[in-house]
């Protein structure tokens, strides 16, 4: 079991790697497979010794090896929560030995990673990219599809994982589009009304709106910090994703401790 997980937190490391180039690629349209990794202050190859995760920042101080500028931590962050959500998942769904889990792990491991590349692509540049949201709409539906197909026989519509997926898409799809027409984009963005299509087909009915109401409650406590630590003015943006990908998250994974407390409160 611990080698299982050990294995997931390395292929998180790598995958969280890939993610810092892919986002860091999007933005200056870059090949994202082909080219090598390059300083983005001297422009010198990275060498492969120097691009190990999380290892090689430690090992070079936070420093580029040749022009000794600081390395941002966005990379070593990064490579270190895919990590430990990968070990997450491999921990919560995986068993070696039923090929199902092995389906239900992979779905979860790409939507993961779609996330936190939209997540910190949207911190960096306050856009979100419609390369990396729109197939994780796709991988979403394909594996619901799946995961309805596997359990066929199992009739009735209402069951099913993509009736529950497309009804929250819809929900919260209209719910940011109608925020975002009616302060014509001062609130919330287009942008984010799309990335709410990915948010409802991951969690379902009526999780999305768990998800939602977790969203604008971490959005609210972050931005009141900001403003008091003086980072922010009360008019100033920040980006939404970031708030939109952490309520997914918990709300993906937490759903039912979070509801059972939540009730819990009011049994006397
Ligand atoms: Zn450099």
């Known amino acids: 079991m611990i080698t ?20 860091y690629r999007l933005k200056t349209a870059e090949n994202i497979v082909w080219e090598r990794s390059h300083c983005p202050h001297c422009k010198k190859i990275i060498r492969w010794y120097d691009n190990i995760p999380l290892i090689s920042f430690i090992l070079l101080k936070f420093r580029c090896r040749y022009c000794k500028q600081k390395i941002s931590l966005q990379y070593p962050l990064v490579e270190f929560f895919t990590g430990a959500i990968f070990t997450f998942i491999g921990w919560r ?6 090929p199902m889990t092995w389906v239900a792990t992979l779905y979860y491991l790409g939507i993961v990673s779609f996330l936190i ?7 960096l540049n306050m856009e979100i990219p419609g390369l990396v949201l729109w197939p994780a709409v796709g991988w979403a539906i394909v594996f619901n599809l799946i995961f309805d197909y596997s ?16 009804l929250a898409a819809l929900v919260a799809f209209l719910f940011f589009f109608i925020l975002s027409a009616a302060s014509r984009e001062k609130w919330m963005g287009m942008g984010d009304a799309f990335l709410a299509i990915l948010v409802g087909l991951v969690t379902g009915w009526p ?30 943006q ?25 009730l819990s409160l009011f049994r006397f």
């Open 4 to 23: 299982t997980l050990i294995i997931f937190f390395i292929l998180g490391l790598a995958i969280g790697s890939f993610l810092n180039v892919v986002v």
């Open 93 to 98: 769904y995986f068993v070696a030995a039923d």
């Open 117 to 123: 590349a939209i997540f910190v692509y949207d911190w």
């Open 151 to 166: 359990k066929l026989g199992n009739t009735n519509v209402f069951d099913l994982h993509i009736y529950s997926a497309v």
């Open 207 to 236: 999780q999305v709106l768990l998800a939602l109401i977790l969203s604008f409650f971490i959005g609210a406590v972050v931005g009141i910090i900001l403003i008091l630590a003086k980072k922010k003015k009360m008019k100033s």
């Open 238 to 262: 920040i980006p939404f994703a970031p708030f939109l990908v952490l309520g997914t998250l918990i709300a993906m994974f937490f759903y039912v401790p979070i509801v059972g407390w939540y």
